[in-house]
């Protein structure tokens, strides 16, 4: 057909022909590019939002044992805990919103084999000096995971430069306050007062509190020290129960009443498996 031959009404019907198919092509290659820009956008946006809250994941462990401590982290503060262990995870919902401070792991031989069993306490803490210690407890004779946690407080006996020996298989726990004396209205705790010291052991049924005379006869020399220059008639008697407690168990005596009432461990499970 002779183009020059058209009227002027098809040459213009042509035309816009011939544009609406340009126009249509054009849309045809433009939506692939809308469509991979979309998606583009969609993929990169939880990267950007991961990279603004500054998740991290770290993870702790004891040579030879096969348990791990897996926590996600924000800029140091623990959003979500995990206990990885032969006989599954288990969620450490008490870690939320703390910070890993120190990990002590203690080795013993507790049951009948000749391996090594473990007694391991991780410190957290907040912001505020409050926090938790978590007790990991494993033996190898029939395989077991014991989990227990304590309350976390500073008090005066961590700003004490010196040191305490313990014997292999003991662990040190300071609770967070002096034991709830008779003829005392409250219980002295915090950075300003002395409180109870526990020496932790592990056993066949877990992580427990069993008295290591020569720790306490150590502890009673540094409490009658610290003791001295107490103002406070009522803090002071607390020590003098304290310290006459702390004299007892180093001669092996059994502890008191008031001494276990004040022992905070909860036991938080025990996972088996076969070996």
């Known amino acids: 057909m002779d183009i020059g031959n058209m009227t002027p009404f098809k040459r213009d019907f042509g035309d816009r022909r011939e544009a609406a198919n340009k126009k249509k092509s054009r849309a045809m290659w433009f939506l692939p590019f809308l469509f991979l820009s979309a998606a583009l956008v969609l993929y990169l946006l939880p990267a950007?939002?991961?990279?603004?809250?500054?998740?991290?994941?770290?993870?702790?462990?004891?040579?030879?044992?096969?348990?791990?401590?897996?926590?996600?982290?924000?800029?140091?503060?623990?959003?979500?805990?995990?206990?990885?262990?032969?006989?599954?995870?288990?969620?450490?919902?008490?870690?939320?919103?703390l910070s890993f401070i120190s990990s002590d792991p203690v080795i013993s031989k507790v049951d009948q084999d000749s391996k090594n069993d473990l007694l391991w306490r991780l410190s957290f803490t907040n912001l505020e000096g409050d926090g938790v210690h978590l007790w990991i407890g494993m033996t190898t004779w029939a395989p077991r995971v014991f989990i227990a946690s304590t309350p976390?407080?500073?008090?005066?006996?961590?700003?004490?430069?010196?040191?305490?020996?313990?014997?292999?298989?003991?662990s040190i726990y300071i609770a967070p306050a002096a034991p709830f004396y008779q003829?005392?209205?409250?219980?002295?705790?915090?950075?300003?007062s002395y409180s109870f010291i526990y020496t932790i052991m592990l056993t066949p049924e877990g992580p427990a509190f069993v008295p290591v005379p020569s720790v306490y006869k150590q502890l009673a020399v540094l409490l009658k020290a610290g003791m001295h220059g107490e103002s406070s008639p009522k803090k002071r008697l607390a020590y003098v129960r304290m310290l006459t407690e702390f004299n007892r168990l180093a001669e092996g005596k059994a502890p008191q009443a008031d001494t276990l009432l004040n022992f905070p461990m909860e036991k938080l499970d025990t996972l088996t498996w076969k070996r």
């Open 48 to 97: 950007a939002e991961m990279s603004d809250k500054n998740i991290s994941i770290r993870t702790l462990e004891v040579p030879e044992f096969p348990v791990i401590v897996v926590l996600e982290q924000d800029k140091g503060t623990i959003t979500s805990a995990w206990l990885r262990t032969p006989a599954g995870a288990r969620k450490l919902d008490q870690l939320d919103g």
């Open 152 to 170: 976390f407080q500073y008090t005066r006996w961590h700003a004490l430069p010196a040191k305490i020996e313990v014997p292999k298989g003991t």
């Open 183 to 192: 003829m005392l209205d409250k219980q002295y705790s915090g950075k300003d």
